[in-house]
C-alpha cells in the first residue's frame, strides 16, 4: 500500500471515529450537553485535519479548522449555540461522514473538486465563530445557564426527533412499498418499532401532533394485523401520505421544524381522525365509491422539497384532480371500474353454484363406489343408476347455464377494461388539436376589436399533451395571444412593407420529454426585457408550473415566444413483430391471440388473414420458420396478421407521425425500440383499409 | 450512522464525447475579432465511394457507426431510410439520389446535421479531419459546388439546402 493510500485509510478512519463519537453523544443526550458533546469530538476533529494536512488537501483541513475553533470557543462556553448552528456543525459532520463512503482515490479528486460545498460548509461554520458572537470571558460565573441553555436544549431534542423521524420514515416507506408491490400482508414489527422511536422522540421534544398521528397509525396497523386483513390500495395511500406528512416535518429546520407541524395540524388531525376511523367502523374498510371522492379533496400530494401546501393542489393516486375538468372523466372512469366489480360479483356466485355442483359430483362418486360394493343387488344398482343419470343431466344443464352467463360477463369486463384504458389514455393526455379548438376565430374576435388584421397558422394539432398541463395552457394561450395581438402587431396602415395581414403562427412539438411551443409573429418587436415585463404574470405562472420561457424579439423583426414544459409521456403497450427487416409494434389493446401458421390453419379455418408482405408491397420471401400470425379482433370478428418474425413485448413512447410516414396510410405514430425506429400500426385503419 | 448525506454528482465522461463537435466553440471562433478581418469556414471532409465531399461543420453534430434502417418503398427516393438516434426518428439523405452520383459505395458512418431545429443524417465511407477555408474561394448557391483544395477535388455541399428539403416534410422537430 502506498503512502497516499495510507494517509487516505488513515483520514477515513478518523472520519469514521468522528461519526461514531458525535452519533452515540446525540442518541444519549440525556448524558451530554452540547459543550461536552462538543469537548468529545475536538480530539476526533484534530485527527482529521492532522490526517488531511497530511494529505496536504487544504480544503478538508479548512473546515477542520474552523470546527476546531467552534468547538474550542463552545468549550470555554464563549458562544451561544442555536439550534440552527448545531444544524451546521452537523452538516460538516454529514461532509465527514459522506467521505467515508468512497474509495481512496475517489477521495482525492472529491475533496479537490467539490470545493464549493466545502466552501459553503466553512463559511457557515465561520459565521458561527464570527467575532461578534463571541463572548468575552467572564472573570465571575454567578449566572447560571438559563434561557439560553433551554433553547440548546430544545433544539437538541427537535434534533433528536428529526433524527427519530428521518431514520424512521425510510423503514416505513419501504415495508409498505414491500408489501404494495407484492401484494404481501405488512410485516408489522419493522413498522410498530420505527412508530415507537417517533413516538418517543415526539413525547421528548413535546411535539403531541406528531405523536398523535404516529400513534394512530400505530393503532391502525396493529389492528389490520390482529384481525388480518388485507390492507386496501386506500389505505396504503393513507398511510404513505402520514409518512410523507412526516417526512417534510423531518425536511425543515429545527427552528421552523414547531411552526412547519402547526401548519401541518390539519392535515394531521384529519389522517389521524382517518385512520382512527377505521377501527371504529369496520365496514369502511371497504371504501365506497363516494368516500374515495370525498378523500380527493382532503388528501394533499406531499412532496419533501418544497412547499406543496401553498398552492393547493390536490392529488389522488397520483392523477392530479384538482380541476373541475378532471373530476367528470375521472367519475366516467370509476362507473366503468364499478361496472366491473358489480359484473365480477355474479361470476363470484356462480362459482359459488360451480361449488355446489361439485359436492353433487361427490355424491356421485359415492354412490358409483356403493354400485361396485353392492354389485350383487341389481335392482338397487338400478335405482342408483336412474338417480346418478338424474342428477347428472341437472348438472350437465346447470353447468351449461354458469358458462353462459360467465361468458357474458367476461366479455362485458373485457370490453369495460378497454373503456377504461381508453378513458385513461383520454385522461392522462389531450391533443393540442383540441386545445386550439376555435383559436382562429378568438384570433380574428380580438383583432377586430383591436382594429387589425391578424391570420393565425396553428401546427402540431396531433401533439398529445399530458393532462396536467391542458389547464395551465387553456388560461395561458388566449392570453398571450391577446397581449401578442394588442401590443406587438401594428395596425394595418402602419405595416409598411409587410403584407396587410399580420401572420401569427402557434405550434407545438414534443421533443425528449418536453413539450415546446412557440408563437412566432411577424409584428413590430421590441425589446425582449419590455415584453417580458409586460408579460410578467404570465411568464410567472409559467415558471411556477416548472416550465420556461424564450423570449427572442428585435425591434422590426417580429418576436418568437418559446415556452417549454416538462411532459409525462403516454407510454403504449405494444407487441412487435418484423417484416422484412423493419419493425413494427401492434398495440396489446387491440391483440387478441398470438399463434403460430400452422395452429392458425388447423383452428381457424375461415378466419381472415391479411399478410403484411402483401400490404406493405414486399416480396414474398420465403422463410421456412412457422410465421407468428397475430389475431386482431374487431367487431367481434378475428383478423390474423401474419408478420415474419415475434420480436418482443416492449412499452413504447408514441411520437407523431408526419409526411414522411403518412405515406403508410395505416402508420399511426412511430417511436423507438432498441434503437431502432418502430412504426406503431393504426389496427383499425388497417382493418378497414382491408375491408374496402 | 447518520442517515443524511451529501450527494456528489460526478460527471461521466462517454466516449460519444469524444465524437461530439463542440459547437459552442464554433461559436466562439465565428464571433471571435479574428474571424471577422479574416473569415473563415471549417470544413469537415468525408467520402462516398471515389467521389470527396466537404460540408460546413457548423452543421455537423456527431458522427456515428452506421444504424439499422427502417426503409419503405414508398418514400422519396432521395430518403435512404429511417434511423433511431437519442430517442427520436431522423430521416436519411441519399446523396447519390439527390446529386445524380453514379457511384458504388460500403457505407460505414453516419454524419448527423443539425441546424438546431432539425437533424438529418448522411451516411458514408469514412470522414477526414476537418480544415480550415477561406470564404474568399468561390462557393456557388447549387446543392453541390466543386472546389479544388490541396489538389484534390471536392464537391461543396449545401447543406442549407438539404435543411430546406427536410423541413419540407414536417418531421417531429429537433
Not at chain 1, 420465403?622 to 407468428?628: E, G, H, L, Q, T
Not at chain 1, 396510410?665 to 432498441?674: G, I, L, M
Not at chain 2, 452520383?101 to 443524417?121: A, L, M, V
Given at each position: 500500500?502506498?503512502?497516499?493510500?495510507?494517509?487516505?485509510?488513515?483520514?477515513?478512519?478518523?472520519?469514521?471515529?468522528?461519526?461514531?463519537?458525535?452519533?452515540?453523544?446525540?442518541?444519549?443526550?440525556?448524558?451530554?450537553?452540547?459543550?461536552?458533546?462538543?469537548?468529545?469530538?475536538?480530539?476526533?476533529?484534530?485527527?482529521?485535519?492532522?490526517?488531511?494536512?497530511?494529505?496536504?488537501?487544504?480544503?478538508?483541513?479548512?473546515?477542520?479548522?474552523?470546527?476546531?475553533?467552534?468547538?474550542?470557543?463552545?468549550?470555554?462556553?464563549?458562544?451561544?449555540?442555536?439550534?440552527?448552528?448545531?444544524?451546521?456543525?452537523?452538516?460538516?459532520?454529514?461532509?465527514?461522514?459522506?467521505?467515508?463512503?468512497?474509495?481512496?482515490?475517489?477521495?482525492?479528486?472529491?475533496?479537490?473538486?467539490?470545493?464549493?460545498?466545502?466552501?459553503?460548509?466553512?463559511?457557515?461554520?465561520?459565521?458561527?465563530?464570527?467575532?461578534?458572537?463571541?463572548?468575552?470571558?467572564?472573570?465571575?460565573?454567578?449566572?447560571?445557564?438559563?434561557?439560553?441553555?433551554?433553547?440548546?436544549?430544545?433544539?437538541?431534542?427537535?434534533?433528536?426527533?428529526?433524527?427519530?423521524?428521518?431514520?424512521?420514515?425510510?423503514?416505513?416507506?419501504?415495508?409498505?412499498?414491500?408489501?404494495?408491490?407484492q401484494k404481501e400482508a405488512?410485516?408489522?414489527?419493522?413498522?410498530?418499532?420505527?412508530?415507537?422511536?417517533?413516538?418517543?422522540?415526539?413525547?421528548?421534544?413535546?411535539?403531541?401532533?406528531?405523536?398523535?398521528?404516529?400513534?394512530?397509525?400505530?393503532?391502525?396497523?396493529?389492528?389490520l394485523?390482529e384481525h388480518n386483513v388485507p390492507i386496501n390500495p386506500y389505505q396504503?395511500?393513507?398511510?404513505?401520505?402520514?409518512?410523507?406528512?412526516?417526512?417534510?416535518?423531518?425536511?425543515?429546520?429545527?427552528?421552523?421544524?414547531?411552526?412547519?407541524?402547526?401548519?401541518?395540524?390539519?392535515?394531521?388531525?384529519?389522517?389521524?381522525?382517518?385512520?382512527?376511523?377505521?377501527?371504529?367502523e369496520q365496514e369502511q374498510l371497504k371504501p365506497t365509491p363516494s368516500a374515495k371522492?370525498?378523500?380527493?379533496?382532503?388528501?394533499?400530494?406531499?412532496?419533501?422539497?418544497?412547499?406543496?401546501?401553498?398552492?393547493?393542489?390536490?392529488?389522488?393516486?397520483?392523477?392530479?384532480?384538482?380541476?373541475?375538468?378532471?373530476?367528470?372523466?375521472?367519475n366516467r372512469l370509476l362507473d366503468a371500474t364499478i361496472n366491473i366489480i358489480s359484473n365480477l360479483a355474479p361470476i363470484a356466485n356462480s362459482i359459488n353454484n360451480l361449488k355446489s355442483l361439485k359436492s353433487l359430483i361427490r355424491q356421485i362418486q359415492l354412490d358409483n363406489n356403493n354400485i361396485l360394493y353392492n354389485i350383487t343387488n341389481t335392482e338397487a344398482l338400478t335405482e342408483i343408476a336412474t338417480n346418478n343419470a338424474k342428477k347428472l343431466d341437472e348438472i350437465i344443464s346447470q353447468l351449461d347455464s354458469h358458462s353462459t352467463t360467465a361468458d357474458e360477463y367476461l366479455q362485458n369486463i373485457k370490453s369495460r377494461i378497454n373503456t377504461i384504458y381508453n378513458g385513461l389514455?383520454?385522461?392522462?393526455?389531450?391533443?393540442?388539436?383540441?386545445?386550439?379548438?376555435?383559436?382562429?376565430?378568438?384570433?380574428?374576435?380580438?383583432?377586430?376589436?383591436?382594429?387589425?388584421?391578424?391570420?393565425?397558422?396553428?401546427?402540431?394539432?396531433?401533439?398529445?399533451?399530458?393532462?396536467?398541463?391542458?389547464?395551465?395552457?387553456?388560461?395561458?394561450?388566449?392570453?398571450?395571444?391577446?397581449?401578442?395581438?394588442?401590443?406587438?402587431?401594428?395596425?394595418?396602415?402602419?405595416?409598411?412593407?409587410?403584407?396587410?395581414?399580420?401572420?401569427?403562427?402557434?405550434?407545438?412539438?414534443?421533443?425528449?420529454?418536453?413539450?415546446?411551443?412557440?408563437?412566432?409573429?411577424?409584428?413590430?418587436?421590441?425589446?425582449?426585457?419590455?415584453?417580458?415585463?409586460?408579460?410578467?404574470?404570465?411568464?410567472?405562472?409559467?415558471?411556477?408550473?416548472?416550465?420556461?420561457?424564450?423570449?427572442?424579439?428585435?425591434?422590426?423583426?417580429?418576436?418568437?415566444?418559446?415556452?417549454?414544459?416538462?411532459?409525462?409521456?403516454?407510454?403504449?403497450k405494444?407487441l412487435?413483430?418484423?417484416?422484412?427487416?423493419?419493425?413494427?409494434?401492434?398495440?396489446l389493446l387491440n391483440c387478441e391471440a398470438l399463434i403460430d401458421e400452422k395452429t392458425f390453419c388447423k383452428q381457424f379455418h375461415d378466419a381472415k388473414s391479411?399478410?403484411?408482405?402483401?400490404?406493405?408491397?414486399?416480396?414474398?420471401?420465403?422463410?421456412?420458420?412457422?410465421?407468428p400470425v397475430l389475431l386482431v379482433n374487431d367487431f367481434n370478428i378475428n383478423i390474423a396478421l401474419?408478420?415474419?418474425?415475434?420480436?418482443?413485448e416492449?412499452?413504447?413512447?408514441?411520437?407523431?407521425?408526419?409526411?414522411?410516414?403518412?405515406?403508410?396510410?395505416?402508420?399511426?405514430?412511430?417511436?423507438?425500440?432498441?434503437?431502432?425506429?418502430?412504426?406503431?400500426?393504426?389496427v383499425?385503419?388497417?382493418l378497414?383499409?382491408?375491408?374496402? | 450512522?447518520?442517515?443524511?448525506?451529501?450527494?456528489?454528482?460526478?460527471?461521466?465522461?462517454?466516449?460519444?464525447?469524444?465524437?461530439?463537435?463542440?459547437?459552442?466553440?464554433?461559436?466562439?471562433?465565428?464571433?471571435?475579432?479574428?474571424?471577422?478581418?479574416?473569415?473563415?469556414?471549417?470544413?469537415?471532409?468525408?467520402?462516398?465511394?471515389?467521389?470527396?465531399?466537404?460540408?460546413?461543420?457548423?452543421?455537423?453534430?456527431?458522427?456515428?457507426?452506421?444504424?439499422?434502417?427502417?426503409?419503405?418503398?414508398?418514400?422519396?427516393?432521395?430518403?435512404?431510410?429511417?434511423?433511431?438516434?437519442?430517442?427520436?426518428?431522423?430521416?436519411?439523405?441519399?446523396?447519390?439520389?439527390?446529386?445524380?452520383?453514379?457511384?458504388?459505395?460500403?457505407?460505414?458512418?453516419?454524419?448527423?446535421?443539425?441546424?438546431?431545429?432539425?437533424?438529418?443524417?448522411?451516411?458514408?465511407?469514412?470522414?477526414?479531419?476537418?480544415?480550415?477555408?477561406?470564404?474568399?474561394?468561390?462557393?456557388?448557391?447549387?446543392?453541390?459546388?466543386?472546389?479544388?483544395?490541396?489538389?484534390?477535388?471536392?464537391?461543396?455541399?449545401?447543406?442549407?439546402?438539404?435543411?430546406?428539403?427536410?423541413?419540407?416534410?414536417?418531421?417531429?422537430?429537433?
Amino acid at each position: 500500500m502506498s503512502n497516499i493510500e495510507q494517509n487516505i485509510e488513515y483520514l477515513k478512519e478518523t472520519c469514521r471515529r468522528h461519526c461514531d463519537i458525535i452519533e452515540t453523544c446525540l442518541l444519549d443526550y440525556e448524558k451530554y450537553r452540547i459543550s461536552e458533546l462538543l469537548a468529545n469530538t475536538a480530539n476526533s476533529i484534530n485527527q482529521i485535519r492532522l490526517s488531511a494536512k497530511k494529505l496536504s488537501v487544504n480544503n478538508a483541513v479548512l473546515i477542520a479548522d474552523v470546527m476546531l475553533k467552534v468547538i474550542s470557543l463552545a468549550k470555554e462556553k464563549r458562544l451561544d449555540l442555536f439550534p440552527n448552528d448545531i444544524d451546521v456543525i452537523l452538516r460538516a459532520n454529514d461532509f465527514y461522514y459522506s467521505i467515508i463512503q468512497f474509495s481512496a482515490y475517489e477521495i482525492l479528486e472529491l475533496l479537490n473538486s467539490e470545493f464549493a460545498i466545502i466552501n459553503e460548509i466553512t463559511a457557515d461554520l465561520q459565521s458561527i465563530a464570527a467575532p461578534h458572537r463571541i463572548k468575552k470571558v467572564q472573570p465571575t460565573k454567578t449566572k447560571p445557564e438559563t434561557a439560553t441553555d433551554e433553547l440548546q436544549s430544545k433544539g437538541i431534542l427537535l434534533e433528536k426527533f428529526k433524527y427519530a423521524i428521518a431514520r424512521s420514515v425510510s423503514t416505513i416507506e419501504q415495508v409498505l412499498e414491500q408489501s404494495e408491490n407484492q401484494k404481501e400482508a405488512i410485516d408489522v414489527v419493522p413498522i410498530s418499532q420505527a412508530l415507537n422511536t417517533i413516538k418517543g422522540a415526539a413525547i421528548s421534544a413535546g411535539v403531541s401532533k406528531a405523536f398523535d398521528l404516529a400513534d394512530a397509525m400505530g393503532d391502525f396497523i396493529r389492528f389490520l394485523a390482529e384481525h388480518n386483513v388485507p390492507i386496501n390500495p386506500y389505505q396504503m395511500d393513507l398511510l404513505l401520505n402520514c409518512n410523507r406528512l412526516f417526512k417534510g416535518i423531518a425536511a425543515t429546520s429545527a427552528i421552523a421544524i414547531i411552526d412547519k407541524i402547526k401548519d401541518y395540524s390539519d392535515y394531521i388531525d384529519t389522517y389521524s381522525d382517518f385512520l382512527r376511523s377505521f377501527l371504529t367502523e369496520q365496514e369502511q374498510l371497504k371504501p365506497t365509491p363516494s368516500a374515495k371522492l370525498a378523500s380527493d379533496e382532503i388528501i394533499p400530494f406531499l412532496s419533501s422539497d418544497s412547499d406543496v401546501f401553498s398552492d393547493n393542489k390536490l392529488y389522488y393516486f397520483g392523477y392530479k384532480s384538482s380541476q373541475l375538468n378532471d373530476y367528470s372523466k375521472y367519475n366516467r372512469l370509476l362507473d366503468a371500474t364499478i361496472n366491473i366489480i358489480s359484473n365480477l360479483a355474479p361470476i363470484a356466485n356462480s362459482i359459488n353454484n360451480l361449488k355446489s355442483l361439485k359436492s353433487l359430483i361427490r355424491q356421485i362418486q359415492l354412490d358409483n363406489n356403493n354400485i361396485l360394493y353392492n354389485i350383487t343387488n341389481t335392482e338397487a344398482l338400478t335405482e342408483i343408476a336412474t338417480n346418478n343419470a338424474k342428477k347428472l343431466d341437472e348438472i350437465i344443464s346447470q353447468l351449461d347455464s354458469h358458462s353462459t352467463t360467465a361468458d357474458e360477463y367476461l366479455q362485458n369486463i373485457k370490453s369495460r377494461i378497454n373503456t377504461i384504458y381508453n378513458g385513461l389514455y383520454n385522461f392522462r393526455s389531450v391533443a393540442f388539436g383540441d386545445l386550439v379548438r376555435g383559436y382562429n376565430e378568438l384570433a380574428n374576435d380580438l383583432a377586430n376589436y383591436a382594429n387589425k388584421k391578424v391570420s393565425l397558422k396553428i401546427s402540431g394539432r396531433f401533439v398529445r399533451i399530458g393532462s396536467e398541463l391542458y389547464t395551465l395552457l387553456e388560461i395561458l394561450l388566449p392570453q398571450l395571444l391577446r397581449d401578442i395581438i394588442i401590443h406587438n402587431i401594428e395596425p394595418p396602415n402602419l405595416r409598411n412593407e409587410k403584407p396587410e395581414i399580420a401572420e401569427i403562427s402557434l405550434s407545438a412539438r414534443t421533443l425528449s420529454g418536453k413539450l415546446i411551443i412557440e408563437i412566432i409573429d411577424d409584428g413590430k418587436g421590441e425589446n425582449a426585457s419590455s415584453i417580458a415585463l409586460r408579460s410578467e404574470g404570465l411568464f410567472n405562472l409559467i415558471n411556477n408550473n416548472n416550465g420556461r420561457v424564450d423570449i427572442n424579439s428585435e425591434p422590426n423583426s417580429g418576436t418568437k415566444l418559446t415556452i417549454s414544459f416538462n411532459m409525462n409521456y403516454v407510454l403504449l403497450k405494444s407487441l412487435v413483430f418484423e417484416v422484412a427487416s423493419n419493425l413494427y409494434a401492434v398495440p396489446l389493446l387491440n391483440c387478441e391471440a398470438l399463434i403460430d401458421e400452422k395452429t392458425f390453419c388447423k383452428q381457424f379455418h375461415d378466419a381472415k388473414s391479411i399478410d403484411m408482405r402483401e400490404v406493405l408491397n414486399i416480396e414474398a420471401e420465403y422463410i421456412s420458420k412457422n410465421k407468428p400470425v397475430l389475431l386482431v379482433n374487431d367487431f367481434n370478428i378475428n383478423i390474423a396478421l401474419i408478420f415474419d418474425k415475434f420480436v418482443g413485448e416492449a412499452e413504447l413512447v408514441p411520437a407523431p407521425t408526419n409526411k414522411l410516414l403518412s405515406v403508410t396510410q395505416f402508420v399511426a405514430a412511430s417511436s423507438v425500440y432498441n434503437n431502432k425506429p418502430v412504426m406503431i400500426i393504426d389496427v383499425q385503419k388497417l382493418l378497414n383499409m382491408f375491408m374496402n | 450512522m447518520a442517515v443524511r448525506k451529501i450527494k456528489y454528482y460526478k460527471r461521466k465522461f462517454s466516449d460519444n464525447d469524444f465524437f461530439k463537435s463542440d459547437s459552442s466553440s464554433n461559436k466562439n471562433f465565428e464571433q471571435s475579432h479574428l474571424s471577422s478581418i479574416n473569415r473563415k469556414l471549417i470544413l469537415l471532409p468525408f467520402k462516398i465511394g471515389n467521389i470527396n465531399f466537404v460540408a460546413n461543420s457548423k452543421f455537423v453534430e456527431i458522427v456515428i457507426p452506421n444504424r439499422e434502417k427502417y426503409t419503405n418503398k414508398d418514400f422519396p427516393k432521395w430518403i435512404s431510410g429511417l434511423i433511431a438516434y437519442e430517442g427520436s426518428i431522423l430521416p436519411i439523405v441519399d446523396l447519390q439520389q439527390l446529386g445524380n452520383f453514379q457511384n458504388n459505395s460500403e457505407n460505414f458512418c453516419t454524419i448527423i446535421f443539425n441546424d438546431g431545429d432539425f437533424r438529418f443524417g448522411i451516411e458514408v465511407d469514412f470522414v477526414r479531419f476537418p480544415f480550415a477555408l477561406n470564404t474568399s474561394s468561390k462557393i456557388d448557391g447549387s446543392l453541390h459546388g466543386s472546389l479544388k483544395i490541396q489538389q484534390r477535388d471536392y464537391y461543396f455541399l449545401n447543406i442549407e439546402m438539404i435543411f430546406e428539403l427536410i423541413r419540407e416534410l414536417e418531421f417531429e422537430q429537433y
